[in-house]
């Protein structure tokens, strides 16, 4: 059995929210018959992978990957092309089901279905290499989507509950009556607030003069800022990078690196596909080479950078370098 999901030209993949996760089938306990048992997870680690193996067909893309990444990380994976990387990072929120192995997100193992993977990806923003920003909106629109989106859904929660509490309330004696929840926020509330938090993001990356703007008159570098923003309106707790920087022309790098590095510094928990050695030896706490499946080397970007052990390695910075 299989989590609904999302390709990469939907609002779910893009906000990382909206995929409706199946509900779970009586006696299936996870989402695949995963043969590798569960080991217990590291309460301290935010995300942790064991044993991830993922195939597409006959094709072992990763194989037997175990690996933790814990709060305010920066870890940086590189590797050769075809090597798995955006697979994994896939992997991690579950935008691909492992086909064997599991990934726990604070503790949670995001295979189990009991587990709410919609709630689960919330709390991590996605950035990919096209942007995906929806081209019919404007700015504030693709930033303000989905933080509506969820402030509207909860709301509509609350408000059926309150009518299900009123309504077993009329057969409750007057002592005996049960309160409603508290409605926090009004629907005009849930707006304003997330235009306000939109603002606050666009005029930090220093562009609250395109906020009415749609996304196809913006340079690339200011679109994938824009992306960036967009999955921090969020407030996740990490931010999973596939590539931010690989579509844009190299004028444009160093200022969506810049905004990267500013958020690293920040202490945000991170993980980031990239092509770029400079920035991965600069900004990371740690490197991972991920090539034919596995994770053939890891280490801090000294060791990596300075002293490649294996001939892997040492061959892919050959070529790169
Ligand atoms: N949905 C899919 N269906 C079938 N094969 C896939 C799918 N996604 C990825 N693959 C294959 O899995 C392998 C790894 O792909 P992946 O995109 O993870 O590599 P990568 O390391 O990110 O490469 P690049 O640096 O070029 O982005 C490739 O051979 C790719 O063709
Ligand atoms: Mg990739």
Redesign the pocket.
């Known amino acids: 059995m299989k989590r609904d999901k999302s390709n990469a030209s939907t609002p779910s993949e893009v906000t990382a929210v909206a995929v409706p996760a199946k509900k779970r089938e009586k006696g299936v306990k996870f989402i695949k018959t995963q043969v590798t048992p569960v080991e217990p997870c590291d309460e301290k680690a935010m995300l942790e992978v064991q044993h991830l193996t993922k195939c597409?067909?006959d094709?072992k893309?990763l194989d037997d990957i175990s690996t933790k990444i814990y709060p305010g990380e920066k870890v940086s994976i590189i590797?050769p092309?075809?090597?798995?990387?955006?697979?994994?990072l896939r992997c991690l929120n579950v935008l691909e089901d492992p086909t064997d192995g599991y990934v726990f997100f604070d503790g949670k193992n995001l295979s189990n279905l009991k587990v709410d993977i919609n709630v689960e990806r919330r709390r991590m923003g996605m950035v990919f290499q096209q942007f995906n920003l929806f081209n019919n909106m404007n700015v504030l629109k693709n930033i303000t989507l989905v933080p509506v989106y969820v402030g509207l859904k909860e709301l509509r929660k609350v408000k059926r509950k309150n009518l299900f509490i009123g309504f077993c309330n009329l057969f409750r004696k007057a002592g005996d009556k049960k309160p409603l929840l508290p409605v926090e926020r009004t629907k005009k509330q849930i707006k304003e607030e997330a235009e306000a938090n939109a603002m606050r993001l666009l005029a930090r990356i220093g562009l609250s003069d395109k906020a009415q703007a749609y996304p196809s008159t913006l340079s690339g570098g200011q679109r994938q800022r824009i992306a960036i923003v967009r999955a921090l309106a969020m407030n996740p707790e990490v931010m999973l990078f596939d590539?931010p920087t690989s579509a844009l022309d190299p004028e444009m790098v160093g200022e969506v690196l810049s905004l990267i590095k500013e958020l690293a510094d920040e202490g945000m928990t991170m993980v980031i596909?990239t092509h770029e050695m400079g920035f991965a030896r600069e900004v990371s706490t740690r490197v991972l080479f991920?090539a034919d499946g596995k994770i053939t080397e890891e280490g801090t970007p000294q060791e990596l950078f300075g002293n490649p052990r294996t001939e892997r390695l040492k061959d892919f910075f050959s070529k790169v370098l």
């Open positions: 597409f067909g094709l893309v590797g092309s075809g090597g798995g990387k955006s697979t994994f590539e596909v991920i």
